[in-house]
């Protein structure tokens, strides 16, 4: 069986609520919490879930740019979750992001050569003649020219600032990538074209990709197999065909029967979500989709069902499904 590149246990980030005059610690907002995922050399996973369910939290925590709460994050080997900051410093140079604004996180006041030069140095890598050469192929491969290192982020479109900020995380050969809403800021008819390229580029660096996004016909054209989160909880994995044609999970259905289907026959029963993401403050008890789901009992308001396999790696956070009750449709 094949190891995983990135393996996280119980991973929780919980953010404080400070109240009253003392500043006191009265609660805490859970926006992760308790996530168990692998992601295979190789492969994209794609991590889905409506606004707010904590998605872009745990990429972010996987990559300790926020300081996970607890939890384990296995890398190569090693528990970043653990790693003093030296030496997770280090291991960026294996672990890159992709925002989802680029023109945010490109400095305006460096060149593309300065931005995408900053990245091989920091890390050490190759002399300045092998950096100014890996820099020119990686524009290029991008679908820039050599010309546009010399100009400014403000000098680019939304969709060619997103092909620097995949220029900036493919230059140091990174193990993984996670790509965080990469395209939701872009024009529909930029979408596809970044999409694409990620596709491309994903063959051909054989890349490792962690692609988040709140949209689902997204995920579907990129990845291989996709977790969906419900309020900082994974309640489905399963590989993008059984997800799509299996869909399990109440709420996965509920996301699915949204996205319109190429032919008719396919055609969902549409199952309409009720009321909104609950806060992560004040999570309901037992199934956190309880108050929302068209199928709960009473087990669903006491008891956390856990995630499990119901055949073939799809894995469920569902009572009903687990009992055999809801069958996958
Ligand atoms: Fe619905 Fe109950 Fe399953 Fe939760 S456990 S998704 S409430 S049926």
């Not at 005059?21 to 889905?48: H, N, S, W």
């Not at 900051?85 to 989802?100: C, N, S």
């Not at 291989?224 to 989160?229: E, H, K, N, Y």
């Not at 065909?241 to 399990?248: C, D, G």
Request: glycine fraction near 8%.
């Amino acid at each position: 069986m094949t190891t995983p590149l990135l393996e996280v246990k119980g991973l929780q980030q919980h953010f404080p609520i400070k109240g009253g005059f003392l500043k006191k610690t009265t609660g805490y907002v859970k926006a992760v919490d308790g996530i168990d995922l692998q992601v295979f050399p190789g492969e994209t996973l794609g991590i889905v879930g409506e606004s707010g369910c904590g998605k872009s939290t745990t990429g972010r925590t996987i990559l300790r740019l926020l300081e996970p709460t607890s939890g384990e994050v296995w890398f190569d080997g090693k528990d970043l979750a653990k790693l003093p900051k030296e030496d997770m410093r280090r291991m960026r140079k294996d672990l890159q992001m992709i925002f989802q604004d680029p023109y945010a996180s490109l400095n305006p006041r460096m060149t593309i050569k300065q931005i995408l030069m900053e990245s091989l140095m920091v890390h050490n890598i190759g002399t300045p003649a092998e950096r100014l050469k890996t820099i020119e192929e990686i524009i290029e491969i991008v679908g820039l020219r050599k010309e546009h290192l010399n100009r400014h982020p403000h000098d680019f479109s939304g969709g060619q600032r997103q092909r620097i900020g995949i220029a900036r995380a493919l230059v140091v050969k990174p193990k993984l990538i996670i790509a965080d809403e990469p395209v939701s800021a872009l024009d529909v008819s930029i979408q596809s074209q970044v999409l694409n390229l990620l596709k491309d580029l994903r063959k051909e660096f054989n890349l490792t990709l962690m692609f988040i996004s709140h949209d689902l016909s997204v995920v579907k054209h990129l990845c291989d197999r996709i977790a969906v989160m419900y309020l900082g909880r994974i309640v489905e994995i399963a590989d993008k065909r059984t997800l799509f044609e299996n869909p399990s999970h109440p709420y996965t259905r509920a996301l699915l029967s949204a996205v319109p289907v190429a032919k008719p026959r396919q055609k969902r029963e549409r199952i309409l979500l009720t009321g909104d993401l609950p806060s992560p403050a004040n999570p309901p008890s037992g199934c956190t989709f309880h108050p929302r789901c068209p199928y709960a009992t009473d087990i669903c308001k006491s008891k956390v069902p856990s995630l499990s396999d119901i055949g073939a790696g799809q894995l469920v956070s569902c009572h009903l499904v687990q009992s055999g009750e809801l069958l996958s449709k």
